[in-house]
């Protein structure tokens, strides 16, 4: 059977000058970008905004509202921007007195494919140019300055924070990078090959990689062939001896006959998570259609979390990417349910 193109080509005489990014094998996450600028103008103006006595009516009000509809504008008015379902957008007017100035804030936020940056950069210009509008009958000497990106969070790339610096109180609000921090981990990987030294074990160093990026400690990284007596011993026998907080393996998770690793698992863990594997392989569909074929899986072995992965480096990596944002929460409620005490 013939595998479909999900991009068609077109044998044409010319070129396109442009191309939208297809992101249908993106996967969605919860995404988030604040954006600020400011304007400036002389005391008579400032005051007049600030009493609420300007000839037009709340100047602050109507960029608030201006700024809301500036968002959901985005991709009508900048044409290789995808249309959003903007789950909030919020501004919020900072008046300084000293300076004559006032600096809006602007956060959208949507659960989509892709980030929203370009609707919080479209808030703030909205709500700026909307106070320009109503306030220029009195000071016609306005300007604006300073419009940029804050942050961004979500998607593949995680958290970008300017560069330049953004306001303390933000700061003080972004999620954790070190989201392990001071958890103990180990890793155990199933291949043939590998454990033969005729493949070169890649999984098992993306995986140490990614949860010391996140701040955990790895306490080893081990390879062994696809043996069910094998991978029982060693499962066991870290848990018992390292008593890390989480196990990760990877492989052995496929429909193919040496692929034991979730049978395994289910035949010594205390307790099986199903709903674990459910997840990774219900998130997996946005990257292939085939992701049914996977077969995993999570279960507590002792007071160690054990998450049975993909072996291939590719569906590690988008497994990763899928556990990252709540692993870290995952594991304290596991560690308040009791299995501290087992430690």
């Not at 949507?110 to 709500?127: C, D, I, P, R």
């Not at 961004?152 to 990078?177: E, F, H, M, R, Y």
């Not at 499962?235 to 907080?245: A, F, H, Q, R, V």
Request: overall charge neutral; proline content about 6%.
């Amino acid at each position: 059977m013939k595998k479909s193109n999900e991009i068609l080509s077109f044998p044409v005489s010319h070129t396109p000058n442009f191309t939208m990014i297809d992101v249908g094998r993106k996967r969605p996450t919860r995404r988030r970008a604040v954006a600020c600028g400011t304007i400036h103008m002389n005391s008579e103006a400032f005051s007049a905004i600030r009493t609420g006595s300007l000839p037009k009516g709340n100047v602050l009000a109507l960029a608030e509202a201006a700024g809301i509809a500036g968002a959901k504008k985005t991709p009508e008015l900048i044409p290789m921007c995808h249309t959003l379902p903007l789950d909030q957008v919020t501004i919020h007017c900072d008046l300084d007195a000293h300076s004559h100035a006032i600096t809006v804030y602007a956060q959208a936020v949507a659960f989509a494919k892709t980030g929203v940056e370009m609707e919080a950069l479209a808030a703030v210009n909205s709500a700026l140019l909307t106070i320009w509008d109503l306030t220029k009958g009195t000071d016609p000497n306005l300007s604006i300055e300073g419009i940029r990106l804050l942050l961004k969070t979500g998607g593949k790339s995680g958290t970008w924070v300017n560069p330049d610096g953004i306001p303390d109180w933000l700061q003080a609000q972004l999620p954790d990078p070190l989201s392990l921090r001071g958890k103990r981990v180990s890793v155990l990987v199933m291949s043939d090959r590998a454990s033969a030294g005729t493949y070169k074990d890649e999984s098992g160093a993306l995986l140490k990689a990614c949860l010391e990026q996140a701040g955990a400690t790895v306490l080893s990284q081990a390879v062994i062939p696809d043996n069910e007596n094998k991978i029982s011993t060693s499962i066991l026998s870290l848990c018992e001896k390292e008593k890390p907080d989480l196990l990760l393996t990877s492989g052995g998770t496929g429909p193919g006959p040496r692929d034991v690793t979730p049978d395994v698992l289910r035949g010594i863990a205390n307790r099986i998570l199903e709903g674990l594997g459910d997840v990774l392989r219900s998130e997996s569909l946005y990257y292939t259609d085939t992701a049914w074929l996977s077969r995993a899986t999570a279960g507590i072995v002792g007071a160690t979390l054990v998450i049975a992965l993909p072996g291939s480096p590719k569906a590690v990596r988008e497994c990763w990417d899928i556990l990252n944002p709540f692993i870290g929460d995952a594991l304290e409620k596991i560690r308040k349910q009791g299995y501290e005490d087992e430690k």
